[in-house]
């Protein structure tokens, strides 16, 4: 697009051709919606409201239960594998720096400099007054990486699927999605207006029987899945899925977060993993929080695809200021580390496969994890979960418990992010340390 064709644009969605992007806004708003028959109108206070409600059951169950609130523990200092909380130096499996970027000092020096050419923050929306060069360059970086045409940045990886998924489709359109996908994706969804329907997790016949049904009565259609599940650490099931959306003439959107730099002889997910080819997905999507030190989410795809989300998609140039600088800059050098320090791949997947391997010959229950950096230990009971984290953080090892409603009832859990820092002896030791507390528990 040239220059001129730029600002004309710029011009016709400052002007008012933002109709279907206000659009969206009404709608997930519910502003279309019929009132209503009968309410009860209820005051300003939200003490009753029913997040409050189950905040204070939970904390009634924690108290009862003598169990310390393990969540919102602030920390002050990282190094490698281990974050300092309550003056004490704690193995960390609780944030996911797959591989070890977020302490790395020379994307501490990138986004310092970044920070006093750039400032803090580029305080506007892009399409506005809010580009800089340096995120063309982390776009372009992106698209190079994975072999499309073009990429984007958005300021957060939630934003990018709501985003993105909200703007693409609208009410005359199908989403399909793996039943295990990220709520970033669900959200999205909803936000669209569009038809939703899931199919069992990694289940390619479900999916195409459902596509035989209903793929016809819906103008677009995209399926929905990633390359690494973040909740139960397996793969996707992502080549015969693809091949089924493709049969239906459906388009393929794939969460790579964390999949990106954990999977692959050097980190390049799935199509180095999977010998998935870049043509293959439409819709190219992952986070730079996991792997490269950052925060942020982008999509890459075609030339075609970009351009409508940058001049158009709500939380991308419009309507919404980007990612800092500092934070930009810091996704950069990373990636470019990516390439040519693959020796954090291998350390890292060296890590979470002895991790998996001896924790299942200690008869702990991984569920369905199956070599990847996210390795759970299923307790099934929520009290048991949460009382086994409570027990590890006091004996210096750092990891949360996932219970209902994020996982289904029943297999409440604890994630283990595994990282390029972790050493043997560190793994040894937590793996050591679970299989005695849930002995003492008994």
Known sequence: MSSVDSRALARQLISGNQAKGEKATRKSLGANR??????????RSFDDHPGIIALLAINQNLDDKKIDNPYFKAWSKRKGSRL???????????????????????????????????????????????????????????????????????????????????????????IVHDALIHNSMISGALMSGARRLNFSHNDAEALDKLLRIHRNRHERCVVLLEGVYSMDGDFGNV???????????????????????????????????????????DI????????????????????????????????????????????????????????????????????????????????????????????????????????????LNKQGINVQAIFYPIVPDGEARLRFFINTAHTKQELDYTLNKIVENIKAMK
């Open 239 to 281: 080549q015969p899925i693809i091949d089924i959306a493709h049969h239906h003439n459906c388009s393929v959107m794939l969460d790579e977060a964390h999949s990106l730099g954990t999977i692959g002889k050097t980190g390049r997910g799935a199509q180095e993993a999977m010998g998935i080819k870049p043509d293959d997905v």
């Open 34 to 43: 019929k009132p209503t028959a009968s309410v009860t109108p209820i005051g």
């Open 284 to 391: 190219w999507m992952g986070s730079l929080s996991k792997s490269l030190g950052s925060v942020g989410g982008y999509i890459a795809g075609s030339k075609a695809l970009i351009e409508n989300l940058r001049y158009y998609a709500p939380g991308a140039a419009l309507y919404c200021a980007t990612t800092p600088p500092a934070s930009a800059a810091a996704a950069l050098c990373a990636l470019q580390k990516l390439k040519t320090e693959t020796w954090r791949v291998r350390k890292l997947q060296t890590n979470f496969t002895y991790f998996l391997k001896r924790a299942n010959e200690l008869g702990l229950n991984t569920g369905i994890s199956e070599g990847t950096a996210v390795v759970p230990i299923i307790t099934g009971d929520t009290n048991t979960a949460l009382e086994l984290t409570t027990r």
């Open 84 to 174: 300092l909380i309550d003056n004490q130096w704690k193995i960390n499996f609780s944030s996911y720096n797959y591989l070890d970027m977020a302490s790395d000092p020379d994307l501490a020096e990138a986004a310092k400099q970044a920070i006093d050419q750039y400032g803090t923050s580029v305080s506007a929306a892009r399409i506005v007054s809010g580009q800089i060069p340096l995120y063309e360059e982390l776009e372009a970086e992106f698209a190079d990486f994975f072999g499309t045409e073009d990429a984007l940045v958005f300021i957060s990886g939630f934003l990018t699927n709501v985003s993105t998924i909200g703007y693409l489709f609208n009410e005359k359109d199908l």
